[in-house]
């Protein structure tokens, strides 16, 4: 059973940074595509970064620039580093892992596993 666990969410005022977690069990995130996604209350799961076994990424134009997704294998824990926050960024921000290990996609429906969320508020 793969279970993730997101964390390192909080407050932070604009123009600061944060750094995410997702520890994975049940799964070596290392052979899977991951993603992070963020939703608001009111509107549709929104796909932010993702990375596959190689370590190609991809991330969303809105956070090109901002946003790092990173994995550290060791602990079989993915991080998406974000920087430069504005007050847009503000929303719940999940962990996903896919099975498929290449193939980067952005729906979240391609996904087949997910965290509970973690709160990212950006005050202005």
């Known amino acids: 059973q793969v279970q993730l666990v997101e964390s390192g969410g909080g407050f932070v005022q604009v123009g600061g940074s944060l750094r995410i977690s997702c520890a994975a069990s049940?799964?070596?995130?290392?052979?899977?595509?991951m993603g992070w996604f963020r939703q608001v209350p009111g509107k549709e799961r929104e796909f932010v970064a993702a990375?596959?076994?190689?370590?190609?990424?991809f991330y969303a134009d809105s956070v090109k620039g901002r946003f790092t997704f990173s994995r550290d294998n060791a602990k079989n824990t993915v991080y998406l580093q974000m920087n430069s926050l504005k007050p847009e960024d503000t929303a719940t921000y999940y962990c996903?892992?896919?099975?498929?290990?290449?193939?980067?996609?952005?729906?979240?429906?391609?996904?087949?596993?997910w965290g509970q969320g973690t709160q990212v508020t950006v005050s202005s």
């Open positions: 049940g799964r070596t995130l290392s052979s899977s595509v």
């Open positions: 996903a892992a896919r099975n498929a290990r290449n193939l980067i996609v952005t729906y979240p429906q391609g996904y087949d596993y």
């Open positions: 990375i596959n076994w190689s370590g190609t990424t």
